[in-house]
């Protein structure tokens, strides 16, 4: 089975300031699609932002952006001038080639403080 | 903006019951899907269905478990006897394409086995 691997439980950041999640995830494919989402205290998940790999460029959504590194496999979210509505769990995701699933890694939870 | 729901938000059950979660998706997706998230887990991958039949199942997904879609509008997941280890969040998804389509995610049912 294919994995993605978030190394940070737990993060903190200063509000106003910029914050970098981790992920890495394993393949043998070479097109795929990487994803984040946020699972707010309310727990219901919403798409932060989307990457297909075939694009060389790094996806944005305001203050939300991606460093994908496609050698590397490794696909982190930026998030920049952080509220404290941001505070939440982080989950980076993938499609799995061939299925219809896509994989979570386990979750980054992110603080922010006043 | 259409959003996938989801109800009970909360179901308590009696070990070896039967419940059953249900979700409506968003109308115009065609493809439906299941994921639970045991506490402080990963979020995992249980079933997909497409024109009216699974189209991919997880190994957590045993005959215990059963997905219809009854009217056009519901989507449902059936635990036929429910055990303790079932107790998780369950999160109901909808996409408009399979794969690398982005699914949207419901708010979830927290099942809780007594």
């Known amino acids: 089975a294919q994995t993605v691997t978030q190394s940070q439980p737990e993060m903190s950041v200063q509000e106003a300031e910029t914050v970098t999640l981790s992920c890495t995830y394993d393949?043998?494919?070479?097109?795929?699609?990487l994803f984040w989402y946020k699972q707010p205290p309310s727990r219901q998940m919403i798409l932060v932002i989307r990457q297909e790999a075939y694009k060389q460029q790094n996806a944005t959504e305001n203050r939300f952006s991606v460093n994908f590194q496609k050698a590397a496999k490794s696909f982190s979210l930026k998030i920049s001038d952080s509220q404290l509505g941001d505070a939440a769990m982080y989950f980076c995701?993938?499609?799995?080639?061939?299925?219809?699933?896509?994989?979570f890694g386990k979750g980054t939870k992110l603080t922010v403080n006043p | 903006e259409p959003e996938v729901t989801q109800t009970p938000s909360h179901q308590v059950t009696q070990m070896g019951q039967e419940v059953i979660l249900r979700c409506v998706p968003i109308s115009n997706h065609l493809y439906f899907y299941w994921y639970r998230q045991i506490l402080g887990q990963k979020v995992e991958f249980l079933v997909s269905?497409?024109?009216?039949?699974?189209?991919?199942k997880s190994e957590i997904f045993d005959d215990q478990f059963s997905v219809e879609r009854p009217d056009g509008s519901n989507f449902t997941l059936k635990i036929r006897s429910t055990k303790l280890e079932d107790s998780a969040m369950y999160f109901c998804a909808s996409s408009f394409t399979s794969g690398a389509d982005t699914q949207y995610f419901g708010p979830g049912t927290r099942l809780t086995v007594l």
């Open positions: 995701a993938r499609d799995q080639g061939g299925s219809e699933k896509l994989v």
């Open positions: 393949t043998s494919e070479s097109d795929y699609y």
């Open positions: 269905f497409y024109n009216n039949e699974i189209s991919e």
